[in-house]
T-cell receptor, first 113, second 116 residues
Framework: DAMVIQNPRYQVTQFGKPVTLSCSQT?????MYWYQQKSSQAPKLLFH???????NEADTPDNFQSRRPNTSFCFLDIRSPGLGDAAMYLC????????????FGPGTRLTVL | AQSVTQLGSHVSVSEGALVLLRCNYS??????LFWYVQYPNQGLQLLLK??????LVKGINGFEAEFKKSETSFHLTKPSAHMSDAAEYFC??????????????FGQGTELSVKP
């Protein structure tokens, strides 16, 4: 089945230690998104790639970076995680942006010690 | 700017009872509306999507939603709740292509509990 895969499902890191989260897709979609979701809150869009074009949300901290080396893979890098960065990180894909349906992966739950 | 308001952060129903989750939107142009469900420690799964083709939209797992322009509402219903429906439900709106300034905007979510 075509799908969005996130690895790892659970990640524990230490305060200030860089961490990378991975997302891959077999849907061959043009757009890949990264969301941050804190407990009992709605997902918050961090950024997205439309093909190789990177689009950052205005309020996304510089501590968060992303890479998309090819159509299938997208990475979220947190350069110096703080306690406030502990959250569920969701990857999603869509054919196009805006009104197209977004398909979500299962998420990676990040714990910062 | 578009926005979504979900009335009730927690809704509790008995198994077999009607499920009604409320969503009101604000949009200056005809919107696209979505309902997503999220089970604990999982990603979001699309339940249904309104694209202006029909005001009553049927989704997966027996859910449906009705678009009412006059009320700016898109409430989610299911005639008979099942224990497996217990989850967090998000309403979302998008009214323009992203490169024209629009994006998917989520409501704050409604947690549905189902009592035996």
């Amino acid at each position: 089945d075509a799908m969005v895969i996130q690895n790892p499902r659970y990640q524990v890191t230490q305060f200030g230690k860089p961490v990378t989260l991975s997302c891959s897709q077999t849907l061959n979609h043009n757009v890949m998104y990264w969301y941050q979701q804190k407990s009992s809150q709605a997902p918050k869009l961090l950024f997205h790639y439309y093909d190789k074009d990177f689009n950052n949300e205005a309020d996304t901290p510089d501590n968060f970076q992303s890479r998309r080396p090819n159509t299938s893979f997208c990475f979220l890098d947190i350069r110096s995680p703080g306690l406030g960065d502990a959250a569920m990180y969701l990857c999603a894909t869509s054919v196009r942006t805006g009104t197209d349906t977004q398909y979500f992966g299962p998420g990676t739950r990040l714990t910062v010690l | 700017a578009q926005s979504v308001t979900q009335l009730g952060s927690h809704v509790s129903v008995s198994e077999g009872a009607l499920v009604l989750l409320r969503c009101n939107y604000s949009s200056s142009v005809p919107p696209y509306l979505f309902w997503y469900v999220q089970y604990p420690n999982q990603g979001l799964q699309l339940l249904l999507k309104y694209t202006s083709a029909a005001t009553l939209v049927k989704g997966i797992n027996g859910f449906e939603a009705e678009f009412k322009k006059s009320e700016t509402s898109f409430h989610l219903t299911k005639p008979s709740a099942h224990m497996s429906d217990a989850a967090e439900y998000f309403c979302a709106v998008s009214d323009r292509a992203y490169n024209q300034g629009g994006k998917l905007i989520f409501g704050q979510g409604t947690e549905l509990s189902v009592k035996p």
